[in-house]
């Protein structure tokens, strides 16, 4: 589910983005794409990966050692999950509209999940080191995390690129850790069953 559910958002961010010649993908943030033509549809993609999230902590906490485990990953991925489940739904602010609240709760719930998802992925590549199985992907994971978390706040901090090229290639970072790790989760769980 975690590697169907991420490639499922990933594919109609992409395809919502080309449906729609009104906004610039260079300076539209994602956000701008829930709403107007095709909104619902991201909506419902941006629920996809949350519940990808959600099966991608649990995974990792099935899969390693009793001793590597941790709930904090888990945790926090839900924890991001539910916060992108709320920035799918709150309507974002749009340039030349005057703020409202809803546009206030999608901003706090966005970056509340871009954050509890980069800490996840930081603690879960650094609890890989902690199992045989999984310590030769440790440095792979991690760096990429670390990455991941830079770019966030690099995101935040700096105004130097395009918004809405500087979030997707902040989500396109996200989006790769995610699917490596979930790749890896998939070939564990079929090396078990063989």
Known sequence: ??????????????????????????????????????????????????????????????????????????????YAASALVVTALAHSNLPGHAPTLQGLVHGVAAQAAFLGATVAMLLQSWRLRDDARWRSRFRFAFALALACFAGLWVDALWKGMPRGLEQKLLIALIVCWLLCAAWWLWRVRDQADE
Do not use: N
């Open 1 to 78: 589910m975690a590697f169907t559910g991420t490639l499922v958002f990933v594919a109609v961010a992409v395809v919502v983005q080309w449906l729609r010649p009104d906004l610039d993908w260079l300076d539209a943030p994602l956000s701008f794409y829930l709403l107007g033509g095709y909104g619902h549809v991201l909506q419902a993609a941006y629920v996809v990966l949350a519940c990808a999230l959600v099966c991608l902590g649990g995974g990792f906490y099935g899969a390693l050692r009793r001793e590597a485990r941790s709930l904090a990953p888990w945790s926090l991925f839900t």
